[in-house]
């Protein structure tokens, strides 16, 4: 922007004008120096914004995020409400951070066996307080490390025949009050209780249910069953918060393809089961991948969403696959060709070595080479080549990270010409 010079300076002439001059932009020179030394909230924090959705891709804050991610499902079977270790998640979460990984999917509950009060007719009426103090922890390190968290709420395990409670949990899926109670008393405090938290990213409903609706041990219970838990479940959470929701099935081709028309998630279908409550809805799709489903649908990370099968609708994340890389591939393979043919997100399994599959040793050299080749797409708004050991931000009112460094900022320095 051109600075008209005051009148006085346009009607004078000779040295004092000159040197009148020269002291006034001196003057300017400093001020402007002094603006830069002050901290203006920028418009947007980025990493460790609340992840959001601008057509098919994510946004953390106004830059986009690729989930450069893994799957930490588990460190003993049902901890949360049971032997659950804050001094080991605090250190596995630190290691994500460091290898690049900058989203995580967690299991909340393996097969419903703790924390979570459920009687044998099917209703639940809560949660136990270790299982709320036990993710209180959880919460609490995600955000101090910096890793966001997609929270599994229930798998397929529920409803195996391998536990004892596994009737309570099939009577819970196959009754509509049954199903309000597990919305009412689970799905609403977990996410009443962490939704001011924005390293919660997503929620994703259920790991891999086509197993429940295809698999005897699991009851082969209706679609139309679990649909109702999905779309009430999702009424619920978008409702309450900005929470992204998904759910996490092990064929999506099969039964989440808008091209084939098999998809069981439909905002369609989902909306027949709310009374057509818009709320009834996925925000992104997360199908999971490995190389037996290769000779039916070929290999997603070297194909689009769409040749995939899905409807190109949302965005889409691999929610699972192979820590180690897929057959023929690295993982590090993997994750860079799926960047480019338009997936936003790929979650090995696992980083700690569950079902003896992956660990960092496998599954890091693949997130740390991402990170390095698209380091602002895997930690948007961050300065530097790595946030190795990060300090949590200050939070302000609403989610938003506080400005903590000048450096980000500049303001315009007046040059004085050579001739005044």
């Given at each position: 922007?051109?600075?008209?010079f005051?009148a ?5 002439g ?14 300017l ?10 901290c ?5 924090a980025?990493?460790g ?20 991610g893994?799957?930490?499902p ?18 596995h ?5 460091d290898?690049?990984i900058n989203a995580?999917r ?9 924390g979570i ?6 209703q ?9 103090s ?13 890793v ?5 709420l ?6 195996s025949?391998n ?23 689970y799905?609403v ?14 929620i994703?409903?259920c790991?891999?249910?086509d ?18 838990y999905?779309?009430r ?10 929470i992204l929701?998904t ?7 099969k039964y ?5 028309r ?11 089961k ?7 809805r ?5 199908p999971h ?7 039916a ?15 190109g609708?949302?965005p889409v994340?691999?929610?699972e ?27 090995g399994?696992t980083?700690?070595?569950v ?5 960092l ?6 997130t ?8 602002r797409?895997?930690?948007?708004g ?7 050991n ?15 460094a000048?450096s ?5 320095i ?5 001739n005044?």
């Amino acid at each position: 922007m051109m600075v008209p010079f005051p009148a006085c300076f346009r009607k004078r002439g000779g040295k004092n004008q000159r040197s009148d001059l020269r002291k006034v932009l001196s003057i300017l020179s400093i001020i402007a120096g002094a603006t830069a030394l002050v901290c203006v909230p920028p418009a947007s924090a980025a990493f460790g914004d609340r992840i959001t959705i601008a057509g098919t891709e994510f946004r953390a804050g106004a830059d986009r995020i690729w989930i450069n991610g893994a799957n930490t499902p588990w460190h003993s079977w049902n901890e949360f409400g049971g032997r659950y270790d804050g001094a080991w998640w605090d250190q596995h979460f630190r290691q994500l951070h460091d290898n690049g990984i900058n989203a995580t999917r967690v299991w909340i509950s393996c097969n419903g066996e703790a924390g979570i009060n459920l009687d044998s007719s099917g209703q639940v009426s809560g949660c136990t307080p270790a299982f709320w103090s036990d993710l209180d922890s959880l919460f609490q390190i995600a955000q101090n490390r910096q890793v966001y968290i997609m929270a599994t709420l229930i798998s397929f395990d529920h409803f195996s025949n391998n536990h004892a409670n596994y009737r309570s949990w099939r009577n819970m899926i196959t009754n509509g009050c049954n199903i309000d109670s597990m919305v009412d008393h689970y799905v609403v405090p977990f996410v009443n209780r962490y939704k001011e938290n924005p390293w919660l990213w997503s929620i994703d409903l259920c790991n891999e249910p086509d197993w429940i609706h295809e698999n005897a041990r699991c009851g082969k219970i209706s679609w139309d069953w679990i649909q109702t838990y999905f779309a009430r479940a999702a009424v619920a959470i978008h409702a309450n918060s900005k929470i992204l929701v998904t759910v996490g099935f092990s064929m999506g081709p099969k039964y989440n393809s808008g091209i084939h028309r098999t998809n069981v998630v439909s905002d369609a279908a989902l909306r027949a089961k709310a009374d057509g409550d818009s709320g009834a809805r996925l925000d992104f799709y997360a199908p999971h991948h490995y190389n037996w489903m290769n000779a039916a649908w070929g290999n997603p990370f070297y194909m689009s969403p769409t040749a995939y099968g899905l409807d190109g609708t949302r965005p889409v994340v691999i929610g699972e696959c192979p820590a180690k890389g897929t057959a023929g591939h690295t993982a590090a393979q993997d994750y860079e060709h799926g960047c480019r043919n338009g997936w936003q997100g790929a979650m090995g399994w696992t980083s700690n070595g569950v079902d003896s599959n992956g660990g960092l040793a496998v599954l890091g050299p693949a997130t740390r080479a991402f990170r390095d080749n698209h380091y602002r797409l895997v930690f948007p708004g961050m300065a530097g080549s790595k946030a190795a050991n990060p300090v949590a931000p200050e939070w302000n009112e609403g989610g938003s990270v506080a400005a903590s460094a000048c450096s980000r900022f500049s303001a315009p320095i007046f040059a004085i010409p050579s001739n005044l």
